[in-house]
């Protein structure tokens, strides 16, 4: 196991009604203004924000609004909100959504006390040196922004969709209500927990030796994800099963099932470009990527890929061919992914092969994610994109 430091500072507050503690925690957080961060109208439809605001008020905390975050939220909107807290003399930033709110609260938050353009974060061009807090209530278990150091954030008159991370926007608290993801379609069920699996496959594939505890961790998570994701798609309002997989979302990216190990995370900005193009689900592209980028990269450890199918998907190993094994654990994770109903290939995702070289491209633009597992030349990303485009079941 290699040396490592981990910081995970978020206070989780987790069970049935907790949003209507939103407001006592702000204030516990030292926030006395709030601009509260929310998206393009679920948490309007199903009275959520107004139990949010209800709770705001309750303890005393004065607010600003700013809806309207996308799914892949974009540059656009995060410069309106550093204006916005500025302007309003705010201290405190609530995200009341997913992923994509709670990345653009973390943009915000980084923004306003940065004296240049927010994007150098995302760009590489700076460091975040200093942030306003960041409190959230989640709405779909899926990306780990709850609990994770990254936000991920689309430029979109360039089309760029870029990540950053700090320890200085790991959210402060974050409110877990599995009953609040009862109102997710089926679909963003799916990508949801296709991310979810995504993110402990990232820190699963490691060359590092001797890991096995966060190895059982990781097998933990994605075999608790096997169980309750197929339970949630055929009953929407299973508060046991949506209660598993949504602290299943926290546990796979605060990166306590990664610590002490070197990470891939290729798939993540292979897909990253995807859903920049096509605006895409983030867990719809990855459903694409990540078993095409296994198939690639198996022969590099043909043995973890192995222990993988047999402890995760309940392979028999093949001693004699290891490799079959292997190969065998790929395709039922593509077959549970179809299962769930996440695509298999370009065409089910809406993507065209003939994108693939301006893909390779603006993946080079940002300096690629080549370290990890396996490091990727320009032609292995153009043909894990070409398995991607092609695959079958
Ligand atoms: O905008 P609203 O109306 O709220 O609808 C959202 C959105 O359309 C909807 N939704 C959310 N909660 C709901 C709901 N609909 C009904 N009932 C509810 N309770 O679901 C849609 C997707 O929401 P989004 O926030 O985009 O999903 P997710 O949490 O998957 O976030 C995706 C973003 O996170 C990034 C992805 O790249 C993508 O941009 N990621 C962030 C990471 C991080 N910060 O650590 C890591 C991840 O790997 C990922 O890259
Ligand atoms: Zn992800």
Redesign the pocket.
Known sequence: MNNFQFCSPTEFVFGRGTENEAGAYVKKHGGSKVLLH??????V??G?LDRVKASLTAAGIRFAELGG?????RDTLVYEGIELCRSEGIDFILAV???????SS?AIAAGVPYDGDFWDFYSGKARIAAALPVGTVL??A????EG?????V?KEADGL?R?TGSDLIRPRFSILDPE??????AY?TA??AT?IM??VFERYFTNTKEVEITDRLCEAVLLTMIRETPRVIAQPDNYDARANIMWAGTVA?TNIVGVGREQDWNS?GIE?EL?ALYDC???AGLAVIMPAWMEFVCSHDVMRFAQAAVRVWGCQMNFAQPEETAREGIRRFRSFLHSIGMPVNFAELGAKEADIPKLVETFGIGGGRTGGFVALSAADITEIYRIAAHAAL
Do not use: E, M
């Open positions: 929310y998206g393009g109208g679920s948490a439809r199903s959520l975050v996308k799914p892949n939220p959504g997913g992923g994509s709110v709670i990345d973390k709405t779909i899926a990306a780990g922004s994770s150091g990254d936000s991920v689309t969709k990540g609040l993801t009862c109102t997710l379609p963003q990508c949801g991310d995504a993110h990216h993540h990253h859903s689900a983030h867990g």
